[in-house]
C-alpha cells in the first residue's frame, strides 16, 4: 500500500472514530430535552415512534432513560467491592440506556418481535421503556403520565409493584419522586421547542 493510501486509510478510520464517538457519547446537555433532541438528532423521532407506539409520553421515558443511565449507551452498575476496595462482580446484569436486565430484555424482544434489539441502541432503548411503562400501565393500573408509580414499577418490577414492596424504601420513593420532577420538566420544555423538531418520516404519508 503507497505511502499516499495509508494516509487516506488512517483519515478514514480517524473520522469514523470520531463519527461512532459523537453517535454515542452522551447529550452535552442532560437536563434540558430539547437541547438533547437537537444534539442527537435521531433521537427525537425515535422517542415519538415509541410513544406513538405504546401511549408513553417522551417527557416520561426520557426521564426513566436519564435517572437509569444519564444517557450512557453502555451504563452498567458499579462493581462490589470485597474487603472494601478490591473489585468484586456487578450485582446483576442490567446494561444500556435503560439498564435493562438481560431477561426483561428478552422478554422484551419476545412480546415485541423486536429479536435484533440491542440494549445498547438509544432507538431500541426508548422502545423498551415505552413498553415496560405499557405493561406497568396495564398490569398495575397506573396512568400514562404518572412518572413516580411507572418508576418505581420499573424498578420493582410489576409483580414487586403489585406487593408494594418499595413500602419501606425511602430512598426509592426519592428517586421516584426526582424522576416525576424531571418529567414534568421536560414536558414543559417539550411544549416550547417540539414544534421546531424534526417529524418522523411518513411512508406515503400514512404511517
Not at 468484586?88 to 444500556?96: F, L, T, V
Not at 422478554?107 to 422502545?127: K, L
Request: hydrophobic share 35%; charged share 25%; net charge positive.
Amino acid at each position: 500500500m503507497g505511502k499516499n493510501n495509508k494516509k487516506l486509510l488512517a483519515a478514514l478510520l480517524g473520522a469514523l472514530t470520531l463519527i461512532a464517538g459523537c453517535t454515542t457519547s452522551p447529550p452535552s446537555n442532560p437536563d434540558n430535552v430539547c437541547s438533547i433532541f437537537r444534539e442527537k438528532k435521531s433521537w427525537y423521532r425515535e422517542a415519538k415512534a415509541a410513544e406513538e407506539k405504546w401511549g408513553s409520553p417522551v417527557a416520561v421515558m426520557m426521564a426513566i432513560l436519564h435517572q437509569e443511565s444519564r444517557y450512557v449507551h453502555d451504563a452498567r452498575p458499579p462493581r462490589t467491592k470485597i474487603l472494601g476496595f478490591i473489585p468484586g462482580p456487578r450485582p446483576s446484569d442490567a446494561y444500556g440506556y435503560a439498564q435493562a436486565l438481560g431477561s426483561t430484555w428478552r422478554g422484551y424482544q419476545r412480546s415485541s418481535f423486536n429479536y435484533g434489539a440491542d440494549r445498547d441502541d438509544f432507538g431500541d432503548a426508548i422502545d423498551f421503556v415505552g413498553w415496560y411503562n405499557n405493561t406497568s400501565a396495564r398490569r398495575c393500573q397506573i396512568r400514562a403520565n404518572d412518572a413516580y408509580h411507572l418508576y418505581l414499577a420499573y424498578h420493582e418490577g410489576h409483580g414487586g409493584f403489585n406487593r408494594r414492596s418499595f413500602k419501606n424504601k425511602a430512598w426509592l420513593k426519592r428517586v421516584s419522586h426526582k424522576v416525576s420532577a424531571k418529567a414534568q420538566r421536560y414536558q414543559q420544555q417539550l411544549s416550547r421547542c417540539e414544534q421546531s423538531l424534526p417529524k418522523r418520516r411518513k411512508f406515503l404519508g400514512l404511517f
